[in-house]
């Protein structure tokens, strides 16, 4: 089954709006990334988290990955349009595999 | 550079067809990757591969195989297309522990 999950599934906010998706592991994650994917697109590499308790922030977006390394959020402050998409994390499980958590599909309301 | 690419963009089989989905990098990566996307469900793993030579399952290998000849190609190979693979496939490459770089994937319809 899933063993890396996502929530919330779906997010609706208004433009101007904070977002926050939050990613859990069944497993400690060495490391974990998180992508972003335009409707109709592919996956686009964001960011990657290493140390246990990191916090790394790019512009408007601030990801954490948690101090037992198993869970991860992703915080948006005063979304834009242009944030539109679907947001995954992602780590390796069991050696060489590589999961992809469930997503967050995230829709700004103009 | 084309990162990778995949062939073709869209198919449509019937149920009981077989056929190749195309993937291609030139970034010399040595891991290479197939995911499916399926609504709700994220991308998951089916199979991915090491290295020349070296393939492995990932969450969901039935139904496919895949080979790795050369660094460059890793095709995925559907022996008889069911619905249930009704999906979009995903193509990716990375190099060590960084990012994974995906293909433009593969709209595929079983009927």
């Known amino acids: 089954g899933q063993q890396v999950m996502q929530i919330p599934q779906y997010q609706h906010v208004q433009e101007g709006e904070d977002f926050t998706t939050y990613c859990n592991s069944s497993t400690t994650l060495s490391n974990i990334q998180w992508y972003k994917q335009r409707p109709g697109g592919h996956p686009v590499f964001l960011i990657q988290?290493?140390?246990?308790?990191e916090v790394k922030k790019q512009k408007r977006l601030t990801f954490q990955f948690g101090e037992a390394k198993k869970n991860s959020s992703l915080h948006i402050t005063a979304t834009q349009t242009t944030d539109v998409g679907t947001y995954f994390c992602a780590g390796p499980l069991g050696g060489n595999q590589f999961y992809f958590g469930t997503g967050t599909s995230l829709t700004v309301i103009p | 550079n084309a990162g990778v690419t995949q062939t073709p963009k869209f198919q449509v089989l019937k149920t009981g067809q077989s056929m190749t989905l195309q993937c291609a990098q030139d970034m010399n990566h040595e891991y290479m990757s197939w995911y499916r996307q399926d609504p709700g469900m994220g991308l998951r793993l089916i199979h991915y591969?090491?290295?020349?030579?070296?393939?492995d399952q990932g969450e969901v290998p039935n139904g496919y195989n895949v080979s790795r000849s050369t660094t460059e190609d890793f095709p995925l190979r559907l022996l008889s297309a069911a619905p249930s693979q009704t999906s979009v496939y995903f193509c990716a490459s990375k190099t060590g522990g960084y990012e994974q770089y995906f293909g433009p994937g593969t709209r595929l319809t079983v009927t």
């Open positions: 988290l290493v140390k246990s308790g």
């Open positions: 591969s090491v290295g020349a030579g070296i393939t």
